[in-house]
């Protein structure tokens, strides 16, 4: 079992910057990938960003690619998102993911086994 804990949540205005954190704990060693989802009010949970546990290869959606930046850090079993030039658009609950498993449909919510609580972003305009 692995659990995960978001943190670095908050208000922030538009053009703004956050980090989000997530810490691991558990069987952290049976970890392929992590990832970040977000979810606003009466919208489907969708795919920011993802990273593979040992090689450390990052993916993007559209929408965040060159803005944000997702990184992992081993050792402390954490996993961040630096997130640059908000937009009021993308206020949501940020949620952590990770999966033991690799697989090629990682931007589908479904494909990811373990999720963490979720951390509220919201950017003001």
């Known amino acids: 079992q692995v659990q995960l804990v978001e943190s670095g949540g908050g208000l922030v205005q538009s053009g703004g910057s956050l980090r989000l954190s997530c810490a691991a704990s558990?069987?952290?060693?049976?970890?392929?990938?992590m990832g970040w989802f977000r979810q606003a009010p009466g919208k489907q949970r969708d795919f920011v960003a993802a990273?593979?546990?040992?090689?450390?290869?990052?993916y993007y959606s559209d929408s965040v690619k060159g803005r944000f930046t997702i990184s992992r850090d081993n050792a402390k079993g954490t996993v961040y998102l630096q997130m640059n030039s908000l937009k009021p658009e993308e206020t949501a609950v940020y949620y952590c993911?990770?999966?033991?498993?690799?697989?090629?449909?990682?931007?589908?919510?479904?494909?990811?086994?373990?999720w963490g609580q979720g951390t509220q972003v919201t950017v003001s305009s």
């Open positions: 993911a990770a999966d033991p498993t690799w697989s090629t449909y990682f931007m589908k919510s479904t494909s990811w086994y373990y």
């Open positions: 558990g069987s952290i060693f049976s970890i392929n990938r």
């Open positions: 990273v593979t546990w040992s090689a450390g290869r990052t």
